[in-house]
């Protein structure tokens, strides 16, 4: 259907030269320009978007839309930096606002997913002393040692930049460590927007552009992956959005280590840019269309869909998206908290496949690495104990 699609699209006598040379290349497996890039931002329509986007989309991974079963663990919210854009994290001098777990407690919270076939903890917190190299590389070899099947997502360079700076160690020396505590991938966390003007306005004082794209660099050159994310919908323009595409494209290039990327929105509750009106859910499809087009080297699209609801991560498969993430247990509420749609974000693996159908695609569940664990295709959910999901797979103990 998309080719016949991009076919018509072709032969619109309507577009403009520049969107017309655009859709020529995309149509010939081209790359576009970082100017032709900016373009698609300024004059192109959500449906050309979307005819572009879903032709590639499905190129690579036909109707196929992948999820996890997947649980978030945040060790605090109490955070020496002071993001702009943050209101998630409370400050060191209101800590008592906050939350900051021990071993022992994190240990705890891990032990109660012990009789669900999840696949991944996604861990991410404020950045505090007391969580540190000894901590994290401690926290990585407990749950290793205890269920030896999760996979372990965490850390984002912020809090990597910090934990090795504390600890003395380079880049190089402490990724290394992390791996083989038992870190399996990096989240894409952290990257913010590039552009060290609009950075510093908006993230100061924590690491660069370039510091977070070494340390995913030094993680690739161990052979294993990460995702990468950009927020999106607040002071920046759409150049600078480009010029991060761009960065994220090049490194791909050179370590192909990049598994997904991940487009946030920025939300306007309970921060220091509240007075920010947010985007449209238009140019939130604009700007997931966009990034696939961009991004040719980067297999996946991800819509994260506690941060934009249900309905847009939705609408958002015909947009270049094949990803919508997991089930997601968020018990600490880390996307919540900045007024996003799903306020107690969770889905049973029934509702997250009926979505998925609803929009006309066919849901695949996935390990962290892609890996296929089953395809839904012609499921038909029989009872309770299927609709939570519980028992396609066996539990690792």
């Known amino acids: 259907m998309s080719t016949t699609s991009i076919e018509r699209l072709l032969r619109d006598q309507r577009l403009s030269a520049d969107l017309r040379a655009i859709a020529e290349k995309v149509a010939f497996g081209r790359r576009i320009t970082p100017e032709e890039g900016l373009t698609l931002y300024q004059k192109a329509e959500p449906a050309y978007l979307a005819v572009l986007a879903n032709y590639l989309r499905e190129q690579r991974h036909g109707d196929s839309t992948y999820f996890n079963r997947n649980f978030h663990l945040e060790p605090t919210n109490v955070c020496l930096y002071t993001c702009a854009f943050c209101s998630y994290s409370r400050k060191y001098k209101k800590r008592e606002e906050g939350w900051e777990y021990s071993m022992d407690e994190l240990m705890e919270m891990i032990r109660k997913y012990d009789d669900q076939p999840v696949t991944e903890v996604h861990i991410v917190g404020g950045v505090m002393p007391q969580y540190d190299f000894e901590f994290y590389t401690e926290l990585f070899r407990r749950i290793r040692k205890h269920r030896p099947g999760l996979h372990i997502k965490a850390l984002t360079p912020v809090e990597y930049h910090y934990i090795f700076k504390k600890a003395k160690l380079s880049y190089e020396e402490g990724m290394a460590a992390m791996k083989e505590a038992g870190l399996d991938s990096m989240p894409g966390g952290g990257a913010e927007i590039f552009d060290d003007e609009i950075r510093d306005q908006i993230a100061g004082g924590k690491c660069s552009a370039e510091e977070w794209l070494s340390i ?21 323009q759409f150049h600078h959005r480009i010029d991060h595409l761009e960065r994220l494209r090049q490194l791909q290039d050179e370590t192909g280590g990049f598994q997904t990327f991940i487009p946030l929105k920025f939300r306007n509750q309970n921060n220091e840019m509240s007075h920010l009106p947010e985007v449209s859910v238009v140019e939130d499809l604009r700007n997931y269309a966009i990034s696939r087009i961009y991004l040719d080297n980067f297999d996946h699209i991800k819509a994260y869909w506690p941060m934009i609801g249900r309905e847009t991560a939705r609408i958002s498969l015909g947009f270049g998206v094949d990803d919508i993430d997991g089930t997601i247990d968020d018990t600490t509420k880390i996307y919540s908290m900045a007024g996003a749609e799903e306020q107690n974000p969770a889905m049973s693996t029934r509702e997250l496949v009926e979505l998925i159908r609803s929009a006309g695609r066919e849901a695949v569940e996935r390990d962290s690495l892609y890996n296929i664990i089953k395809d839904y295709r012609g499921h038909v959910f029989e009872d309770e104990e299927d609709f939570n999901g519980y028992t396609s797979l066996p539990v690792v103990h």
Do not use: D, F, Q, V
């Not at 161990?222 to 927020?231: C, E, K, Q, V, Y």
């Open 216 to 236: 995913h660099r030094i993680w690739h050159g161990l052979g294993m992956r990460s995702n990468a994310t950009m927020l999106y919908g607040h002071i920046e």
